[in-house]
């Protein structure tokens, strides 16, 4: 149950997050490392990943789909780390100090958490808990 309430705001949080990126990427392009080619295509890709990764989270008709969006939405966190980076840096470069330490630390242990949390919920992974049979 506690799995499935889990998943359920996982998969929110990244079908808003998804929605977000394709009706407003503009805070997005701003924090994208510039090494990244292609940028607008970048957000607008991440948040089509986002919205079928919260849809396989949620559909109930096969098991491997779910897992399949899980390992996708994992692999999507460990993949933004730097864009989260660089908004770090930037933000903490600023005069006024941006958002903060109270803001970017979190976030940036949040972002080991979402990878975990996606696999977990998605029933790849089990770990730190075994499933009693």
């Known amino acids: 149950m506690t799995r499935a309430i889990f998943r359920w705001l996982l998969a929110i949080f990244y079908a808003v997050a998804g929605y977000i990126h394709l009706a407003s990427p503009r805070p997005f392009m701003e924090i994208m490392p510039g090494w990244v080619p292609a940028a607008e295509s970048v957000v607008f890709w991440t948040g089509i990943a986002e919205l079928i990764g919260a849809a396989a989270l949620l559909q109930p008709w096969s098991v491997n789909l779910r897992k399949a969006g899980a390992i996708g939405l994992a692999l999507y966190a460990a993949c933004v780390f730097p864009a989260n980076i660089n908004h770090f840096a930037l933000d903490m470069a600023r005069n006024d100090g ?36």
């Open 98 to 133: 941006g958002l903060g330490l109270v803001y970017h630390l979190p976030r940036m242990v949040a972002q080991p958490v979402l990878v975990w949390l996606a696999l977990w919920v998605g029933g790849v992974t089990d770990w730190p808990w075994r499933r009693r049979t």
